[in-house]
C-alpha cells in the first residue's frame, strides 16, 4: 500500500494536476488549499467539498501538524523557543521573536547540519534529513497556533544550510507567498546561507523579493576556514563575487552576518580588513554577540570591542548594526535545545 503524503507538501499547481488526474475539476485545488492556510485540521472540516472528494483526500494524504515538544519563554523580551516533533520523532527547533517591525519566526530548513561551523550546537551530530516544504510551513503555523499571533517574517536562520536543501526552500517560499497559502510578502523573508556559492548565482537568478543573508565571520580566507569548513570549498573571494552578481542582478543588498568571537575575530586589525573587503558594496554588516554554546571552546567579545569594531566599519561607510540579543536565557543560539532532546 502506497504510504499517505503530506498535502502541505504540495504546491497549487501540484493539487490541481493531482484532481484533474482523478477526473474532478481544478477549482477545488483553491479551496483545498485555503482550508489548509487558514489552519484546518482534517479534510472533513473543509465544509464546500463534496464528501466524495474529502474520502480520496484521507485516502492519499494527511494534513502534517507538528507537536511542541517543549517551549521556553523569556519574560523579559517575549521570545519563544519551541522544540517540534514532526511524525518520524526528529525534532527541529524554532524561535519567535518580538521587534518593532512585528513578529518574527527564525526556522529551520534541515534536522541537523552538514556544515560543521564550529561554533554552532546545530551540527553537533551532522545532518539527519533534509526538511519537506511542508514541515517548514508547519514551524510558522505551529508557532503561529501557539502564540495565537500572526506571523509577518521569516528568517531562514535556524539550523541547517537553506542552501543545501534548496528545492524544498525554493518550494516553501512560493507556497508561503501564495495569495491562497500564508500570504507573506517575499520582502518579509530573509535566506541565510553560509556560503554555497553555486547556490547563491542560482538564487539570484530566481528573481525574488526575499533578502540574502550571508554569514561571513570572518574578513581572512585562514581565520573562516578554521571556523567555518564550507570557506575550504568557497573562499572569501568566490563568496563575494557569487554577492556581486546577487547585488547586481536584483538591485538588492546583501546582509553579511559577523557573529564577533573572542580573540577569534573581534580584533580592530579584523575590522579594518573586513571594511577593505566591503568598501563600496551594497551591504550592511550585523554584529552578532555569540551566544554560547555548552562544550565549545570560543566566547563572546567583550561590550567593548563590539563597539569599538562597529565604529572601524563606519569609517569605511559600511552601514553596520549590532544584533539586540533576544532570548539568551533559553538558550537562544541554534540547536542547543534540540541537543538536550537528542540527548535525552
Ligand atoms: S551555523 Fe548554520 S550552517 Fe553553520 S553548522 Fe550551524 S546551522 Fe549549519
Redesign the pocket.
Given at each position: 500500500m502506497q504510504s499517505k503524503k503530506n498535502i502541505k507538501d504540495l504546491e497549487l499547481d501540484e493539487l490541481e494536476k493531482y484532481l484533474e488526474e482523478h477526473g474532478l475539476p481544478r477549482f477545488r485545488a483553491g479551496q483545498i488549499f485555503e482550508w489548509i492556510y487558514k489552519d484546518t485540521a482534517s479534510f472533513g472540516d473543509m465544509l464546500n467539498l463534496p464528501k466524495t472528494l474529502i474520502e480520496l483526500l484521507d485516502k492519499d494524504f494527511y494534513i502534517g501538524r507538528a507537536i511542541i515538544e517543549a517551549m521556553l519563554h523569556s519574560v523579559t523580551d517575549n521570545t519563544r523557543k519551541y522544540l517540534l516533533c514532526f511524525e518520524d520523532k526528529n525534532a527541529v527547533e524554532c524561535v519567535l521573536m518580538d521587534y518593532s517591525y512585528g513578529k518574527t519566526i527564525c526556522i529551520s530548513t534541515q534536522i541537523g547540519?552538514r556544515?560543521?561551523?564550529k561554533f554552532?550546537a546545530?551540527?553537533e551530530g551532522g545532518l539527519v534529513r533534509s526538511m519537506t516544504c511542508g514541515e517548514m510551513l508547519e514551524e510558522v503555523m505551529a508557532v503561529s497556533r501557539d502564540a495565537e499571533e500572526r506571523v509577518g517574517n521569516i528568517v531562514l536562520m535556524g539550523?541547517?544550510?537553506p542552501f543545501d536543501n534548496y528545492d524544498q526552500v525554493m518550494k516553501f517560499i512560493r507556497i508561503i507567498n501564495h495569495s491562497k497559502g500564508l500570504n507573506i510578502g517575499q520582502r518579509h523573508i530573509t535566506i541565510s546561507t553560509?556560503g554555497i556559492v553555486p547556490r547563491i548565482y542560482d538564487f539570484a537568478d530566481e528573481n525574488l523579493q526575499c533578502k540574502l543573508a550571508v554569514?561571513l565571520h570572518a574578513a581572512d580566507d585562514v581565520t573562516r576556514s578554521r571556523i567555518?569548513p564550507v570557506n575550504r570549498k568557497y573562499g572569501i573571494e568566490k563568496l563575494l563575487e557569487a554577492c556581486r552578481y546577487y547585488i547586481k542582478s536584483t538591485n538588492r543588498r546583501v546582509t553579511f552576518e559577523y557573529a564577533l568571537i573572542k580573540d577569534v575575530n573581534d580584533s580592530i586589525r579584523n575590522a579594518h580588513k573586513l571594511g577593505t573587503l566591503l568598501k563600496g558594496m551594497l551591504c550592511h554588516v550585523n554584529l552578532i554577540p555569540l551566544n554560547k554554546v555548552e562544550g565549545k571552546a570560543f566566547n563572546k567579545a567583550p561590550e567593548e570591542k563590539v563597539r569599538s569594531f562597529k565604529l572601524a566599519l563606519k569609517g569605511y561607510g559600511i552601514d553596520t548594526t549590532i544584533r539586540r540579543e533576544l532570548g539568551s536565557e533559553i538558550d537562544a543560539a541554534?540547536?542547543q535545545l534540540r541537543q538536550k532532546y537528542v540527548r535525552q
Open positions: 547540519c556544515m560543521s561551523c554552532c546545530s551540527t539550523t541547517g544550510e553560509s554569514s567555518m541554534c540547536g
